[in-house]
């Protein structure tokens, strides 16, 4: 079993920066691709990023590329989405996810095995 808990989220101004943390429990954390995905008011569910177990890959979604970056450190059970150049359409709820899908998979598949409660991100002057 994983737990997740998300932290960070915030009100930005726009251009601003912000950075996501994700802390897993469990033992094997290593074993687990991790990534990020958010959900704004009325939309669907759209994927971020992904990072690999041993952090090798990353992935992201078109509309962050570029802009968003993941890491992860194994040694914290840690997780991490760094956001920069922010704008009001990443105001979201974003949730971190955990599952040993291969991370190059993610884009395509919503059914991850564990999932934070989310944390929310405003991007407003």
């Known amino acids: 079993q994983v737990q997740l808990v998300e932290s960070g989220g915030g009100l930005v101004q726009p251009g601003g920066s912000l950075r996501l943390s994700c802390a897993a429990s469990g033992r094997t954390f290593s074993a687990y691709s991790m990534g990020w995905f958010r959900q704004a008011p009325g939309k669907e569910r759209e994927f971020v990023a992904v990072?690999?177990?041993?952090?090798?890959?990353?992935y992201y979604g078109d509309s962050v590329k570029g802009r968003f970056a993941i890491s992860r450190d194994n040694a914290k059970n840690t997780v991490y989405l760094r956001m920069n150049s922010l704008k009001p359409e990443d105001t979201a709820v974003y949730y971190c996810a955990a599952d040993k899908l291969r991370a190059s998979s993610w884009s395509d598949y919503y059914g991850m095995d564990y999932w934070g409660k989310g944390t929310l991100v405003t991007v407003s002057s």
């Open positions: 990072i690999s177990g041993v952090g090798g890959s990353t």
